[in-house]
């Protein structure tokens, strides 16, 4: 669940900012992101987020926002599978509202290619460099994904191992290791495996595909304390996107709705 608590937070950053609105059920008055292409069925977590929100109500009610516990869960997590820490900034507060619109628009396609990648980080304030760390950060595609966006050169090996994770008929929704090797681990090989053709999206191996970011990638792949430090930087960064801070927003007690 490490690495899907790290894409949470991902996830709820990029739509309208760290706010937690990525939490939200739908109500009769707005679409929660839940249902958002990139979210829909692959995003997971909001169990453990629950258990956490639960426990520290207990412990010290209306303080902690549920933005503040996604952004701690994605770095603890990351600590735990064996990655760097870096010191999460707290203080964020809770949004009232969600973006489905944000999300389908904000979150990058697996099919996007290297110059459209680019530019969805860009507008988020995000360097090219940034947008590989950052792109680490997903765990998994779903099966639906294997078959529509699994890049037709991938290694065919690679190929044939994941799709015997997807059932001939009915539900689509097994999820696939965007790095086959070291699926809990968090390591480097993410990028060992771009150079070795066994990037699974599309939007993967364009990250290695004869362009601009093949050094960086190149780099990371051979120097794990490099990758490390940049995460980690590029992490801080992220967890700063849009935060509603002072009176803005709330701190819910229930982090599935307003209160």
């Known amino acids: 669940m490490g690495a899907s608590l790290l894409r949470l ?4 950053c990029f739509a309208t900012g760290c706010d937690a609105s990525v939490l939200l059920d739908d109500t009769s008055s707005f679409t929660g ?3 958002a292409a990139a979210n829909a069925d692959s995003l997971r977590g909001f169990e453990v987020v629950d258990t956490i929100k639960s426990q520290v109500e207990s412990i010290c009610p209306g303080v902690v926002s549920c933005a503040d516990i996604v952004a701690a869960a994605a ?4 600590v735990a599978l064996g990655g760097p820490s870096w010191t999460v900034q707290l ?3 809770d949004s009232t509202t969600a973006s ?5 628009t904000d979150l990058p396609s697996p099919l996007l290619d290297l110059s459209d990648l680019i530019f969805a980080f860009a507008k988020k304030g995000f360097s090219a460099k940034e947008m590989e760390l950052i792109r680490q950060a997903k765990q998994g595609a779903q099966c639906f994904e294997n078959d529509s966006t699994m890049r037709q050169s991938i290694d065919s090996t ?4 994941l799709k015997s994770n997807c059932p001939t008929t009915g539900s689509n929704n097994n999820l696939s290791p965007l790095d086959a090797h070291s699926p809990v681990i968090f390591d480097n090989l993410y990028f060992n495996n771009l150079i070795n053709n066994k990037g699974l999206l599309h939007s993967d191996q364009q990250l290695f595909s004869g362009g601009s970011t093949d050094s960086q ?9 490099t990758f490390h430090a940049d995460f980690a930087n590029a992490m801080v960064k992220m967890g700063g996107l849009s935060p509603l801070t002072g009176s803005e927003g709330e701190i819910r007690t229930n982090c599935r709705k307003i209160n």
């Open 91 to 93: 203080g964020r507060r």
């Open 158 to 161: 690679l190929a044939t191992s």
């Open 100 to 104: 489905l619109s944000a999300a389908n």
């Open 217 to 225: 990638v190149t780099t990371y792949s051979t120097n794990l304390n």
């Open 75 to 78: 770095r603890d997590s990351v």
């Open 9 to 12: 937070h991902f996830h709820d």
């Open 33 to 35: 992101e839940k249902t």
